[in-house]
Structure formats: C-alpha cells, structure tokens
C-alpha cells in the first residue's frame, strides 16, 4: 500500500509587487555601506594631517573607489574632505611664504651651569631661503620667473615677417639654367 507523498513547497518564486522591488533596488543596490556619519569628522581630521584618498581608505578600511562613491553619496563627507585639505594647502603655503621670506619664533634655551638648570628665552632667527623664494615665484608671477620665456618674432606693424630671396645665376652654366626653367615650368603647371 502506497501512502501519500506530502507536497514539496515550490521552489518557483513568487511574483512581487514591482513597485516595492524597484523601490529597494534604488534605495540599497548591492551590501549595505559601512559609512556612518562620524566619518565625516574624521577624515576632515585626517585631511587636516595631510592625509591623501588612499590613506583615508586605509583608515576606514575600505578601497579607494568606497572613498569617491562616500563623495557622491554623502555631502557632508565631500565637505569635510575639501575643508580639510583646503586648510592643510593654506598652512603649508603659509609655511612656505615664511620660509622665502625669513621669519622668527620665541625659543628657550636651556643649559646646566655648575649644576643648575638654566632656561634663557631667546628668539630664534630663519633667514629667508632662496630656493623656497625661486618657487615662490615661479608659481606665483609665473610671467616674470618661469624657466623658459616665450619670444615672438613679427614684422612691420606687428605684421608677419617679410623675407626675399635673390639667386645670382652669372656663374650658371646655360644647361643648368635650363634645368632650372624646365623644373619650374614642371612645377607650375602640376
């Protein structure tokens, strides 16, 4: 005797409500972002160090493609980046322009004389760097300091340059002067 057999479930999907499904494929496409809005914080931070893209991957343990996909999607992180780094450019132009030009800074010097810890204010002196002020120029009156300087050659009234050529044909053989007729007639008339 044969009993019954239970009926699988089928395996066959079930249809969905299109609507829902596109929904969710608009909201979340693939896993889930590990982004959290802190981030934004912190990478201003780590651009405040100098940090470049693939260091701030690094640190969040994500590839560098994450980094420009958190740019697009989150604006408040693409904010952070450019405010971070905009700052970190201006203190090293800072530093830069101080370094062409000289600067000071207040400074303790601290010596033992028989025994004793001495500590000296002092101020100490940077004359300027000539390399630093070369650079300097060269990026900023780039007309005036750049390497290689542009010259252009006009004629009359700023014209184009006006040239002549003379042949002097008394020492030419008649053949050769021939030669010469029959290759500018061929020349003429192709």
């Known amino acids: 005797m044969t009993t019954p057999k239970a009926e699988k479930p089928s395996k066959a999907r079930q249809p969905r409500d299109k609507d829902s499904t596109e929904d969710r494929r608009h ?17 201003r931070k780590l651009c405040l160090l100098g940090a470049t893209d693939m260091e701030i991957a690094d640190f969040f343990g994500v590839d560098t493609r994450t980094i420009n996909r958190w740019k697009l999607q989150h604006d408040k992180f693409c904010q952070s980046l450019k405010s971070g780094k905009e700052q970190a450019d201006d203190r090293v132009e800072r530093s830069l322009f101080e370094r062409a030009t000289g600067y000071q800074h207040n400074e303790v010097d601290i010596r033992v004389v028989n025994g004793e810890i001495i500590q000296t204010p002092t101020i100490k002196h940077y004359p300027p760097d000539t390399v630093a002020a070369i650079f300097w120029l060269k990026n900023r009156r780039k007309d005036e300091w750049r390497d290689t300087r542009q010259q252009e050659l006009t004629g009359a009234g700023g014209g184009p340059i006006q040239t002549e050529a003379t042949l002097n044909v008394s020492n030419l053989s008649s053949e050769t002067l021939a030669e010469i007729l029959k290759a500018k007639d061929a020349a003429d008339a192709s």
């Not at 909201?27 to 990478?43: C, H, I, L, T």
């Open 27 to 43: 909201q979340n496409p693939g896993r889930p972002s590990v982004y959290k809005p802190e981030f934004a914080d912190q990478a």
